[in-house]
């Protein structure tokens, strides 16, 4: 009688040769890679910018076999987004869909490397800005180039169809929606899988870690606009100075966590960008205060929302404001997003395949965290798409361990002096990832 050997059994066995075949070809490309990545850190491109860096992608990707369209993506106003879509067929079964995101950030970099960006740009506001990769989506899309050149060259390794997808506007959080807006599944077809990775300052490059359901908190962006009666600097009792009215309003705002939110539901209200007066001795007639709220639960969302609004009318009330020029406050639907949730049972799966490819004492287990992201909305409401996000250490271990004894943290996202290792991090991701897919679709 011929012995039936279980699925699960037969991928366990296969699993050493598979991880000994993606090493040799990660390793064979990293110098490659490694130019590409310093390439896309040094010009960097804004939010609904990413026509550059969209297109060095989607021709990476045609070069590794993929059928490619770009220029996927629709934003409410009607412009195309620069998203790209890439195709590869391999015989029946799932499809997977592996998204990386391709924008910068409107910041100053301070990293002082040899590929340092040194781009100049305006943001949307019309404001002089720096750019920077401040954020990791540079690692991300070179991370995606070398696992799609792995994916193409295993094909006797797994069955079905990958999607990638490089998606423009994460960090505007409007990318994805933009994408699905130009109807995505219906010209591409829907993914039954969904994965990501995102870099963080929080591991050593070499390592990866991974949540289990809520990993990210649902952002919600908020525009206040504190008005008032302008006048001459010398002559406040003429007027009513919003500026006065905004640091009232930014102070009390702290209470909403503090007072209004139950400890036990995380919350945090943040002030990014705050615009108000032309000088020094002009009261200006308004002032413009730009809003991130995260939260993990739609009850949470509502009360910093009504806070918000309930904040900016007491201000303006206290200050004898009259009704006509009460403050405005809009919630920007677009530019929000809800929480990240990493499907259990995807998130099992995943954790083994990145055992068995970089041992268990470089894969952690890591709890929620307040940063947002926009990818877990190519899982469709309801979480009709079972999607995971896992994160991929990028710092230099030795820096870490010796800031972790002084207590302190490396740098981070969103600062002008994040700084990811290149070359061990790239190697990692591209392995890590590219043996997951191959794992999921075996």
């Known amino acids: 009688m011929k012995e039936i050997i279980p699925a699960c059994l037969l991928a366990c066995l296969a699993a050493p040769a598979v991880a000994q075949n993606v090493d040799g070809l990660v390793s064979s490309q990293l110098a490659g890679l490694v130019s590409t990545y310093e390439g896309i850190h040094a010009h960097p491109e804004l939010s609904h910018h990413e026509e550059h860096t969209a297109a060095l992608l989607a021709a990476e990707l045609r070069k590794s076999g993929y059928t490619v369209t770009e220029r996927v993506g629709k934003y409410p106003d009607g412009t195309q987004a620069y998203g790209v879509v890439a195709i590869l067929q391999n015989g029946p079964g799932q499809k997977l869909l592996i998204r990386t995101d391709m924008d910068a950030l409107p910041i100053v970099e301070e990293t002082g490397v040899s590929y340092a960006s040194h781009v ?234 990145l055992i068995d490819t970089l041992g268990a004492n470089n894969v952690f287990d890591d709890g929620p965290a307040m940063a947002s992201e926009d990818f877990g909305v190519f899982g469709l409401e309801g979480h009709r798409i079972p999607t995971v996000m896992f994160g991929l250490g990028a710092m230099d271990p030795s820096k870490l361990a010796e800031a972790q004894r002084a207590g302190k943290s490396l740098p981070g996202p969103h600062t002008s002096l994040f700084q990811p290792i290149p070359e061990p991090t790239l190697r990692t991701g591209v392995t890590a990832m590219s043996s997951v897919a191959i794992a999921l679709l075996q």
């Open 120 to 353: 100049k740009s305006k943001n949307a506001a019309g404001q002089d800005v720096g750019v920077m990769h401040a954020c990791g989506h540079d690692v991300h899309v070179t991370t995606m180039i070398g696992t799609a050149r792995v994916i193409a060259a295993t094909k006797s390794k797994w069955h079905g169809t990958v999607m990638l997808i490089g998606q423009p506007s994460e960090e505007t959080i409007d990318g994805a929606k933009a994408m699905l807006a130009d109807h995505l599944y219906e010209r591409f077809g829907t993914p039954d899988l969904a994965i990501a990775l995102h870099d963080t300052n929080a591991r050593a490059a070499g390592t990866v870690s991974l949540t289990s359901g809520p990993s990210l908190a649902g952002s919600t962006s908020v525009d206040v606009l504190i008005r008032g009666i302008g006048g001459h600097g010398a002559e406040p009792q003429a007027g009513k100075d919003p500026i006065v009215m905004a640091g009232e309003f930014i102070v009390q705002l702290q209470t909403i966590v503090s007072r209004q939110e139950n400890p036990r539901d995380p919350a945090v209200v943040t002030i990014g960008d705050i615009h108000g007066g032309t000088k020094r001795n002009i009261i200006p007639y308004e002032v413009k205060l730009e809003i991130t709220a995260r939260t993990f639960s739609d009850r949470s969302r509502q009360i910093v929302v009504d806070g918000i609004r309930r904040t900016a009318q007491g201000v303006a009330l206290s200050a004898g404001v009259p009704d006509n020029l009460a403050p405005i406050v809009t919630v920007l639907d677009a530019e929000s997003t809800p929480v990240m949730y990493n499907d259990p049972a995807l998130a099992a799966r995943i954790k083994i395949a």
